[in-house]
């Protein structure tokens, strides 16, 4: 068995008056993540885990910000892509982790569903996927509450 490991990191400004999506998740908030999709910090760190893993070029490369086609983009649309991606290499994914890093808000009542969302859209069951929150500790702008970071391993698994 060929294993390779993956890691990826995104992060995301706050702004007002945007939805909230995280995990593939929608939160009750009147402030969301800025960006051209719907700027899923944790989803696209997941992608470029999978990407890295499978030594293909990242996020970036894949889903340009400059293309129209991805304005306000469902990133659990971008998850199943990657997916397909490295499915076509021949590799399967043997299990994912990811931290979001977050001072508002409270992530843990959703985390169930977070990872149930992940989990549909990477094909896998919901105990193979890890996922954890925590504060930045009132640290930098992410603990000023200005974005939200999230780092994500993956590792791949192939004949
Ligand atoms: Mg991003």
């Not at 889903?63 to 290499?89: C, G, H, M, W």
């Amino acid at each position: 068995m060929n294993y390779r490991i993956g890691h990826g990191y995104d992060i995301h400004r706050l702004v007002p008056d945007r939805p909230l999506v995280l995990g593939g998740v929608k939160f009750d908030t009147d402030y969301g993540l800025d960006g051209h999709s719907d700027a899923d910090c944790l989803t696209h760190a997941i992608c470029d885990a999978l990407l890295g893993a499978a030594g293909l070029p990242d996020i970036g490369h894949f889903f340009p910000d400059t293309d129209p086609a991805y304005k306000n983009a469902d990133s659990q649309v971008l998850l199943r892509r990657v997916v397909a991606e490295i499915t076509k290499l021949g590799y399967n994914i043997s299990n994912l982790d990811a931290t979001v890093i977050a001072e508002k808000p409270k992530l843990a009542p959703r985390l169930a569903a977070m990872k149930a969302a992940l989990a549909k859209s990477a094909g896998l069951l919901p105990d193979e996927i890890g996922l954890k929150a925590t504060t930045n500790e009132g640290v930098d702008d992410i603990g000023r509450g200005l974005a939200i970071a999230a780092h994500a391993v993956a590792l791949l698994s192939r004949r």
